[in-house]
């Protein structure tokens, strides 16, 4: 995957420590073309889910059209985000502003 | 001790399958420069999106070569296809660009609802989209058998 990008890439990104610092929410789309048990065992395999985490994930995605799927750093967030998308899951990156 | 590799072989329907191959051939070809499921990346600078999407095209250029070679001689001659620890996950992936693909240029005629329930009536398509959901139903069965058969001893780790 595309490296990560270096801290001075962020120089001109205003209050960069601030940014670092946040934490970033991976939100799963729902799609009409991806099984279900291709769903959970990519959500197994990617994020280290277990086989009841991984189903209750899949059905909220499927159910509500969105599942928040990890939440933590920047970085390792655009790291799940890229993986899932290399399993052509819908993956998109959120600010997590609920805290 | 040795770890037995895990191989699947399965028998398939030459007079059905190998019709199959052109579309997904068709459809290899036109996911070389673009991605199955275009992705939202609107957070990120334009430098490291450009990045991120071609190294997404670059592997899913490698799953789709490691699914159409799935159809080497052994499949021409004996109608058989096998997985194994090596190719099960491109494969997988890469029969998710195509179903996907496929939804985008060749079943939209269906909806989305038909493509997710699998409910159409195959008698009422014509002969172009009977194919292709032909196809689509075709790949979606081999996700399921590698699933099922390699996920907790391959997929999995």
Redesign the interface.
Known sequence: MPEPRANTRTETRASTETQLDDAWRVVVLNDPVNLMSYVVMVFKKVLGFNETKARKHMLEVHEQGRSVVWIGVRETAEAHVFTLQQWHLTAVLEPDETR | MKRVEKRVEVKLSLPVVAPLLDIIRELSRELEKSL??P??LH?L?QE?RG??IG??LE?QQEDLRGLLSLFNAQFFSEGVVAFDEKNAEPI??AC??I??QL?ERRLKVLG??A??TGDVDMAGLDETARKAFMCYLFL?TV??LI??HL?STI??R
């Open positions: 199955a499921a992705q939202a957070d600078d490291f990045a991120w190294e997404l592997g997988v992936r998710t660009a179903r996907l939804r989305d609802e493509l997710e979606a996700q399921e699933i099922q996920d997929i999995g």
